[in-house]
């Protein structure tokens, strides 16, 4: 402490000041200039014990400095008092909390990233395994053109595959790095209905299903049509796959005061309810699933629909079908 130059100078001062004083005071009381003299040596002491005091608190809060450098971001302000050296303390845990929770982020965002990169290798392990195979077939110059042709089409069916794929898990990265900013515009449910079944009523007329539309023409909410349009085709794909020929699907949708509700039913083959709490997990396959599903459809209308603050439920029974709930709830001012 006393090695600092602005306390050096200040004790000087003290001193300076209190040598004056006792002179003035000499040569008009002895007894008033050592009663001054005792005064100045007294406030001199106070300032050393009060100064040696806040050197102590900066210390600790270098200590918290270090820790928090070195990774610890425990730091308690519960005796916290009145004061500046308390206010900087206040900001000292507010700099810690924010540090702290964009380490925790970063720490999530890697291992998403991690997550990732191993689903998309896993996913594109299999076909890639497939082609190459394929692609040794193809180079027998005794194959017969039937073969060819077969082994042309299977190279086709997985590059679209691949492609699908790597398309749906592009656009799932970006709305988990949230660097999609999703419309608010008004949108009519039942546009957006027809608009989401019309790339599915060619599957949907070779298994001869049938299609029910019902719903309030009026409803509508605000939120992002292309991204929902995209939702929606992946909830109903899904119902399409796993529905029987001539089969059923529905879809209703309504308003209200709170919230734009549109339900999605199938009459297939239904989700256990072992697997229902994970159907909306990236690659979960449950145990009804077919051999190609890849088990990203859901996971990305989930993404979607919550992204825009909406809400997604499902009902199902083995046998009976499955029932999608999604909700678009209205901003309460």
Request: net charge neutral.
């Amino acid at each position: 402490m006393l090695r600092n130059r602005e306390v050096q100078i200040f004790l000087t001062i003290l001193f300076l000041v209190s040598i004056i004083g006792f002179s003035m005071t000499f040569f008009i009381s002895i007894l008033a200039a050592w009663i001054m003299l005792g005064v100045a040596i007294l406030l001199i002491s106070c300032t050393l014990i009060f100064t040696q005091w806040r050197y102590r608190e900066i210390e600790k809060l270098s200590g918290y400095l270090q820790k928090i450098s070195s990774g610890d971001f425990q730091l308690d302000v519960r005796d916290n008092y009145e004061g500046e050296l308390s206010i900087l303390k206040s900001q000292i845990y507010k700099v810690t909390k924010m540090l702290s929770e964009q380490g925790t982020l970063l720490q999530e965002d890697k291992a998403k990233l991690t997550n990732a990169i191993s689903d998309i290798s896993h996913q594109l392990k299999t076909p890639l395994t497939s082609m190459m195979v394929m692609a040794d077939l193809l180079r027998d110059k005794n194959l017969d053109d039937q073969k060819r042709s077969e082994f042309t089409r299977n190279l086709q069916v997985q590059l679209e595959r691949m492609e699908w794929l790597v398309s749906s898990l592009l656009k799932l990265s970006k709305i988990d790095a949230g660097t999609i900013m999703f419309k608010k515009e008004k949108v009519m449910v039942r546009e957006l209905v027809q608009n989401a079944v019309e790339p599915l009523l060619v599957p949907m007329d070779i298994k001869m299903q049938s299609l029910n539309i019902q719903g309030d023409d009026k409803a509508t909410f605000f939120g992002d049509y292309n991204w929902t349009t995209e939702a929606l085709i992946n909830i109903i794909k899904n119902c399409v796959e796993h529905t029987a020929e001539e089969g059923e699907i529905s879809i209703h949708f309504s308003e209200n005061a709170l919230f734009t509700e549109i339900t999605i039913a199938d009459s297939g083959k239904g989700i256990s309810k072992e697997d229902l709490p994970y159907i909306f997990k990236r690659f979960y396959k449950g145990k009804n699933a077919s051999d190609d599903s890849v088990g990203i459809g859901l996971a990305m209308a989930h993404s979607i629909i919550t992204s825009q603050k909406g809400d997604i439920e499902v009902q199902s029974q083995p046998g009976i079908g499955t029932k999608f709930h999604i909700k678009f709830y209205k901003q309460v001012i």
